[in-house]
């Protein structure tokens, strides 16, 4: 008789739901037998990539028999020059991703709390699950995060609080003042890490959103993470950042694979930090593609929370799956968020105009508007 091979694992991972990721475009073109699919579910930029980081990658070819460069220099240089901070404050991730996990790992165990809030990025509780720590979800408030009720939720077993500013699925974001009483209130030795992954598409819209990165020489507990794989558009290469006080980031780089990312992604990434109009572009394209979208819904008698992010998420009214699923029909895959207890929600991220017209023409032919 074999042994239980699932009791073998931790008790975090044994309950572990793993992270559900939007549906393949190639998926549904199998199962569809049709190839004109719009995917809009992964908050992906529809651009396309820089041409500039296009042309890094070609030029790094020769390279993919030698490692990489463990220490991202030239990365980390350029990310330096741009957002003026020190190069021993950066530690660079496998995507954002492998910086969230990384940062639960050098701070909490089993016997740790970790804060966030209700409606926040999947990730956080998984995170917290598979190290076996304690997941302390606070209730939104609109939809957003209550950081007053955030901050009473400390106790002396908090080692960590994370924040999504703005907020993947509900786009919502918290102010600067409403940040800086949450970060005085909050004792030293809580990390409170700042997950900006959608901070550009922002640009000075909205004078109140915080700008982390000018936070970090006043509070040392504060670690500010972005991507590459929103605004920038280098989702596939797997290359974010955290941006934290010195020694945060020295015990954050002892835990670190020392090739976490690729010679393709630090080339690309480097070159597209250069790219401005492809920033620029990729803020005009998100914008125009919001207002579309959220004049669509208006107009459809559709509600929906309003975001600052490349998504937005609103209501269907009704069970969101069999609208999902509808969508899927017409060759339209966008996010159901179930997943965060949101069962009449949908959230659809922003395309390029015609894509957000034909998700728009299949929403209004589901729901009968
Ligand atoms: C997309 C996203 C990330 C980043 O994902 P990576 O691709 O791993 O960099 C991080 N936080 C939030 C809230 C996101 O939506």
Known sequence: MGCDLFSLATE?????????PGKPIEELERELGIT??????????????????LNAIELAFQELCRYPDGGGFKLKTALCERYNTQIDQVTLGNGSNDLLEIIARVFADKQSEIVFSQYAFAVYPLVTQSIGAKAVEVPAVDWGHDLVAMAEAINDRTKLVFIANPNNPTGT???????????DAVPQRVIVVLDEAYCEYIGGSHQDFPDGVSLLTSYPNLIVTRTFSKAWGLASLRVGYALSHPDVADLLNRVRQPFNVDTFALEAATAVLADDEYL????????DGMQALTSGFERMGVDYIPSVGNFVTFDTGRDAIAVYQSLLAQGVIVRPVANYGMTQHLRVSIGLPEENARFLKALAEVLGK
């Open 36 to 53: 004109n699919i719009v995917k809009l579910a992964s908050n992906e930029n529809p651009l396309g990539p820089s041409p500039k980081a």
């Open 173 to 183: 974001y918290v102010s600067k003042s409403d940040l800086i009483r949450f970060l």
């Open 280 to 287: 620029e572009l990729s803020r005009k394209t998100n914008l």
């Open 12 to 20: 975090g991972v044994q309950g572990l739901h793993p992270y559900q």
